[in-house]
């Protein structure tokens, strides 16, 4: 049974920082891509960082390159994502998702690719 588990949310001041952990567990095969995906009240579900399962390629939303790094842990099935100078614009329900069958890309503007979700964690940046 595959499960991903996101962990780490909270609540943050401007400019602080947080790490969220997916935590993946189930799956038949070892590699598969992990996406980062926000959404906020009434805002449709954006993806905010992706990586691909081989060769870790990463990729990352305008709004948050520079500020956010996707990393994987292979041998602990764990996708971080380091957020810092965090903005209450970052404020929404984080979900990690997984696509097996895509190998050396990951996508952000689709969640068409991600066959598995985690239940979400949320963060909130507010003063």
């Known amino acids: 049974q595959v499960q991903l588990v996101e962990s780490g949310g909270g609540l943050v001041q401007p400019g602080g920082s947080l790490r969220l952990a997916c935590a993946a567990s189930?799956?038949?095969?070892?590699?598969?891509?992990i996406g980062w995906f926000r959404q906020a009240p009434g805002k449709e579900r954006e993806g905010v960082s992706c990586?691909?399962?081989?060769?870790?390629?990463?990729r990352y939303a305008y709004s948050v390159k520079g500020r956010f790094t996707i990393a994987r842990d292979s041998a602990k099935k764990t996708v971080y994502l380091q957020m810092t100078s965090l903005k209450p614009e970052d404020t929404a329900v984080y979900y990690c998702?997984?696509?097996?069958?895509?190998?050396?890309?990951?996508?952000?503007?689709?969640?068409?690719?991600?066959?598995?979700w985690g239940q979400g964690t949320q963060v909130t940046v507010s003063s």
């Open positions: 998702a997984a696509d097996p069958d895509t190998d050396y890309s990951c996508s952000l503007s689709s969640v068409r690719p991600y066959d598995f």
């Open positions: 189930g799956f038949s095969r070892d590699y598969y891509a």
């Open positions: 990586i691909s399962s081989r060769e870790g390629k990463t």
